[in-house]
T-cell receptor, first 115, second 114 residues
């Protein structure tokens, strides 16, 4: 497809389990962002990649959160030892630019529920 | 985390009415974006603003970049039922701060009554 895709769309995890969320950005897009969106809130920045380099991870809430983009395309957000407060929709966005980053195109998100 | 203040939080309007919403920040931004999000989907970009005072239209939507650079406004004219959704503003700090991240607003939930 032409847009950003994310998988799985829904994930239910038991507290303490590890999860991995995948993002396939638009082909050729240099920039990739991960956001966390809690119920009834706006998206909150987690981390940013320019190609394979993670330039900003200031939004990751704890060291249980880890993101990678090893070949500058597909990205994975991993959450270790999930907690109930990790329940949210995780959105991925990509952008064609690097220096002048403006328009971000979002995927549909992965809804994570931690029981 | 930091979120921008959006007003109103929600609104019910009659089809055909005009809608206004705004977004305020405590810090200066050099870019403002307005998104619409529908249930189960990611936000979709509506309008992008790059310059203080800029007024930009996209069909029935018009957005303005406030001259103080700390606020932005979105207007929807002659609303229709498919305008239903959550509207988010997002602002980005000047590049000199070294950040590429956008700060999003809390959202305005719009419901249109036919």
């Amino acid at each position: 497809g032409a847009g950003v895709s994310q998988s799985p769309r829904y994930k239910v995890a038991k507290r303490g389990q590890d999860v991995a969320l995948r993002c396939d950005p638009i082909s050729g897009h240099v920039s990739l962002f991960w956001y966390q969106q809690a119920l009834g809130q706006g998206p909150e920045f987690l981390t940013y990649f320019q190609n394979e380099a993670q330039l900003d991870k200031s939004g990751l809430p704890s060291d249980r959160f880890f993101a990678e983009r090893p070949e500058g395309s597909v990205s994975t957000l991993k959450i270790q030892r999930t907690q109930q407060e990790d329940s949210a929709v995780y959105l991925c966005a990509s952008s064609p630019g690097q220096g002048a980053i403006n328009e971000q195109f979002f995927g549909p998100g992965t809804r994570l529920t931690v029981l | 985390g930091q979120q921008l203040n959006q007003s109103p939080q929600s609104m019910f309007i009659q089809e055909g009415e005009d809608v206004s919403m705004n977004c305020t920040s405590s810090s200066i931004f050099n870019t403002w974006l307005w998104y619409k999000q529908e249930p189960g989907e990611g936000p979709v970009l509506l309008i992008a603003l790059y310059k203080a005072g800029e007024l930009t239209s996209n069909g029935r939507l018009t957005a303005q970049f406030g001259i103080t650079r700390k606020d932005s406004f979105l207007n929807i004219s002659a609303s229709i039922p498919s305008d239903v959704g959550i509207y988010f503003c997002a602002g980005r700090n000047p590049p000199a701060s070294g950040t590429y991240k956008y700060i999003f607003g809390t959202g305005t939930r719009l419901k249109v009554l036919a």
